[in-house]
């Protein structure tokens, strides 16, 4: 079992914490720090197996520290551990000194326990505990060594184990060993790419393996943004029992029980929703779209509640619950009106490979699969229309607990994520401007705006979007309702705007940015500031539509206007158009991207970089008047 791994996940509310190699839980607070400001010169980690799964790990660490960065980061260590499974004892903790002499932590004043820290917007309780130890007296040039041991007390899935470590190429690794010791008769699935086996012996019943890790002669490399998971990309050991993934999905549903049986009232509920509609499909999606606006999402894993949901009818009692809860409510409600569904872990977040040895710890989300209609769905989400994932939860490998099979969840492309916007502006004789505006949003693009404007005060909204695109002024939004998830999202604007043209002239007028949620300028952006990156990231493929009417003051006299812009490269084409008429100006941009993975190389953006460069220069492009 992984330490601190909590399974359910919501993209608004799951903590964004890298995770690293070391075992232990890193926080924001300290993510300033580049790995030349810090190597790591051991990282010794044993772990022994016994014939019911139970895991004792032990791991031995130093940390040389060469700048104030990193000794912010690690002159104090957090150890995340859940007691209602696992013992944690700190055995040695120390400062190493440039010179050579040794200060010991004092285990009395210098190791602090604490719960873990949870999330407001959508609450999670759990049993996962971090205990933290501050290294005394450090300095630059100074190395910490922390030893400690790991218990498991119980299991998650009886008889089952599974551990996983990742050796992010972004981290310095002088010397890292793991050693896995398992009875001889245990067969063990795994996965060690990257490392080199140092010693497969089999003695006294017991079969021992050990691998080691170094990084690369040429060195870390940089971080970099949107990175997919280290086990995607980097080195990483993945050891378990489990023979396959579709035994991790029989385990999951056996540990889960029939928690979805339908009960009288979830049965009257399901007719009450469905009543009068004749449509299989429709009733799923009333059904859908009744729990994603109705329940809550809260976290709850306390013991067994890290794999095991409540029942359909204390869930739908309290209208509260996380993604197991969430999936068990909508299959008893679907169970009621004979609609078959079954339960999908994939990961939520930046996972989107499986390792070859099957690994539990890559899964923290649970999602149903509607076989009868080809659809994923997770209501979770709550503003998400009927067959509509978040990014976050798109192109995901999806383990179906029912049938074992691997299936595979559609990534963003322009079917189902679309942004267009369509503003009118009047300048002024100052260069102030009326402007009236309207957005509409599909499918995954609308998903976090329904959310924010649902969840938040419009004047925010307002302030919060003049401010990040830089303007000044005043402005106000209408917006359809968030809740109606099978039409558009639209939200119409009006305002006014400070100074955003020069006048009188001569002079010149590029489109500022205005509000709006898809900016074709990002992508622009992206894929030129890391078209040459080592790892592979995220990328997204909403199809994005601007238009923009410019009305300038009959006293000025439009001189120029950019010529029209078509470009193809692969799988990205983007077109503009400029006319004007009677001193208007009108200015249509399409990004399409037909994107059939959300993952890209750098590589990848490197083909792109064509087009990116075409795209980012006629964004720059201005009307010229005097």
Known sequence: MKIGHRFCGNEQSRLKALR??????????????????????????????????????????????????????????VLAYNPDFQTLSIDAAETIHADGTHVAADARTAVFDRAAPVTISAPQFSSEHLRIVAFPATARGDTVMLSYTLSDIDTVFPGKFTDQVVYPLTEDYRDASVTLDTPAAMPVMIDAAGLQAQEDTVTSGRHVRRYRYRTPSGGPVAQQANVLAGID???????????????????????????????????????????????????????????????????????????????????????????KDH???????????????DSVLINLGNGYRLPSAPDWNVFNHVITWLPEFGVFADTTSGFAPFGTLSFDASDKPAVDTSTGAILHTPPQNAANSRSSIDYELAIDDSGNSDFKGSVELLGQAGINARRTFSQTPVSQIEYELLSRNGLTGTLHFNRSDPGELEKPFLVSM?????????????????????????????????????????????CAGTRLSERYNVKFPHQARIMAIPPDVAENEGDISYRSSYREHNHVVEISRVLERRLTSNVCSGAKLAEWAGIAGVISKDLKRQVLYK
């Open 20 to 77: 690293f190699a070391l075992p232990a839980l890193m926080f924001p607070w300290a993510l300033a720090c580049q790995a030349s400001d810090y190597q790591i010169s051991q990282y010794d980690r044993v772990v022994k197996v016994d014939d019911v799964g139970h895991a004792v790990t032990s791991v031995t660490l130093k940390i040389v520290l060469s700048s104030d960065a990193a000794l912010q980061r690690f002159s104090q260590y």
């Open 327 to 341: 999936v068990t409510l909508f299959s008893a409600l679907l169970k009621a009106r004979h609609i078959d569904s």
């Open 494 to 538: 009006q305002g006014n705007l400070n100074q955003i043209a020069i006048m009188p002239g001569p002079a010149a007028l590029a489109m500022p940015r205005l509000p709006n949620y898809g900016s074709i300028q990002s992508f622009a952006d992206l894929v030129l500031q890391q078209r040459n990156r080592p790892l592979e990231g995220t």
């Open 233 to 323: 990309v980097g080195p990483h050991f993945v050891a378990t029992n489990f023979h396959d993934y579709a035994e991790i999905g029989q385990s999951y549903r056996v540990r889960s029980g029939e928690q979805n049986a339908p009960s009288a009232t979830v049965q009257q509920l399901a007719e009450k929703l469905t009543e009068g509609v004749s449509s299989r499909r429709e009733q799923a999606q009333r059904i859908y779209e009744w729990v994603s606006r109705n329940v809550r999402y809260v976290g709850v894993y306390i013991g067994t509640g890290t794999v095991v949901p409540r029942s359909a009818d204390v869930i739908l009692n309290d209208r509260y619950g996380d993604c």
